[in-house]
């Protein structure tokens, strides 16, 4: 696999869990705290972490707009607040339930379907996917144990167009150590 320089927004959350992973893919992580870091980068990720914080932030930093830019140019992974930010900045065409699984238990691990295979994920606080739009593809689907007589929630898209690929999922790919999510980022 090409080293790629790879954007890790860098304002709160799990970023450090996702720069291991670009390391271990023998890529560089770049870590994007202000507007000029997001220059030259072959790849973007947004972690997980408090969307409403994390929105706060980036309007503080005057990263909104340059973020948004960024993610629809190069190949964009949000996972979790990360899909929500993407969603809220209009990037990413879905609809997204916060906080979808209640607040009672809330994380889980679990094998979940991805494309034709599997991928290994933490759910913490998740949100699912209530609406797609056009343009935008069911890469996995999660059923809460707790509840298995819900049908199952979108908890993986990816959204393919003019701009690039992003891929939106509503779990932590990289707290399990599986990188077949962020391989595909990479490829
Ligand atoms: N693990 C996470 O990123 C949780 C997301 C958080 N519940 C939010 O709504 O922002």
Do not use: K
Request: hydrophobic share 45%.
């Amino acid at each position: 696999m090409v080293s790629r320089r790879v954007g890790v927004l860098a304002l709160q959350g799990g970023v450090v869990e996702h720069a291991r992973m670009v390391e271990e893919l023998r890529s560089e992580a770049v870590l994007v705290r202000r507007a000029g870091d997001l220059d030259r980068l072959d790849a973007l990720i947004l972690p997980g972490g408090e969307s409403t914080a994390l929105l706060r932030l980036l309007a503080a930093f005057d990263l909104t707009r340059a973020l948004a830019d960024t993610a629809r140019a190069v190949p964009t992974l949000g996972t979790c607040a990360g899909l929500i930010l993407l969603a809220r900045l209009g990037v990413l065409d879905v609809d997204v339930e916060r906080n979808a699984f209640g607040p009672q238990v809330d994380s889980a691990e679990a094998v979940l379907p991805w494309r034709g295979g599997q991928v290994r994920a933490a759910l913490i606080r998740a949100p699912r996917i209530t609406r797609m739009g056009e343009g935008v593809e069911v890469l996995s689907t999660w059923t809460d144990p707790r509840r298995p007589d819900e049908a199952p929630s979108v908890v993986g898209v990816e959204q393919t167009g003019a701009g690039g690929r992003i891929i939106g999922v509503a779990f932590h790919p990289e707290l399990t150590g599986d990188t077949t999510i962020h391989r595909e980022l990479l490829a």
